[in-house]
């Protein structure tokens, strides 16, 4: 009897993950590209930032992620190398060979950084400078393909900036290695970490959540884009 009541209730235990499961949104991350002249920006940094942002995602828990492993292995390098360059139909077929249902691709498509001279000294770079006012600014560019249709979802330019008091916002969960290793510290580094959060963030929200959260992202994106004409200043 009691073997009974065991087994009944590793049934409904396994039921209950089994439905939380499925009302997950299944997803993966290909590899970051980058448009812009960052001098942090590496052979490998783009992989690195895909797994950042897997590992963000993961530890959110509003999405069943895909093994960055399984990716590279069922696709391959060369087709991650080129994950910002696949049409909405390539994505989806991507998505469907690694079972994910929404496949995500990023590209940097803005970086700045600055160090202001303000009285002592620090070294940035290599370079010795005389300052502490530290800031960077990133932006970068998302995309989300449905694998079962091949449409693009959702598409947004998600930004952060670093400043001398640290981070614009959240820090992410995840830490550097690799080639960022060495940006642990650096406003790029900082600006770098901003930015796979708040990624995360829009994603939960405009894929997951819904509802009000939304009206914080759109109040971002009026912002960004009323900024684009004054341009970014780290001044």
């Known amino acids: 009897m009691k073997f009974i009541k065991i087994l009944a209730l590793l049934l409904v235990t ?71 360059r696949v049409s909405g139909g390539q994505a989806a077929k991507m998505g469907k060979m690694v079972g994910a249902q929404y496949l995500v691709t ?3 498509s803005s970086f700045e950084s600055n160090v202001n001279s303000t ?43 670093s400043g001398g008091l640290g981070m614009s916002i959240g820090l992410s969960r995840g830490g550097f290695g690799g080639a960022l290793a060495n940006e642990k510290k650096t406003p790029a580094g900082k600006a770098i970490r901003a930015v796979i959060a708040e990624i995360s963030g829009y994603l939960e929200c405009s894929m997951v959540t819904k509802g009000k959260c939304l009206k914080k992202y759109e109040a971002k994106e009026r912002k960004r884009r009323e900024g684009l004409s004054k341009g970014i200043d780290l001044d």
């Open 119 to 161: 009285g002592g000294g620090i070294s940035f770079k290599g370079v010795s400078l005389g300052g502490k006012s530290k800031k960077a600014y990133i932006a970068v560019d998302l995309r989300v393909v449905d694998s079962t249709t091949g449409e693009i979802v959702d598409t947004r330019t998600v930004e952060a900036r």
């Open 14 to 84: 396994t039921l209950f993950t089994n439905a939380a499961h499925a009302d997950k949104p299944t997803m993966a991350v290909l590899d970051f590209r980058n448009n812009t002249n960052a001098g942090w920006w590496g052979s490998s940094v783009g992989r690195e930032l895909g797994g950042m942002l897997t590992n963000e995602l993961a530890s959110g828990k509003k999405f069943r992620m895909i093994e960055r492993q399984k990716l590279a292995s069922v696709l391959g390098e060369q087709d991650l190398a080129a994950s910002g």
């Open 106 to 108: 990023a590209t940097v």
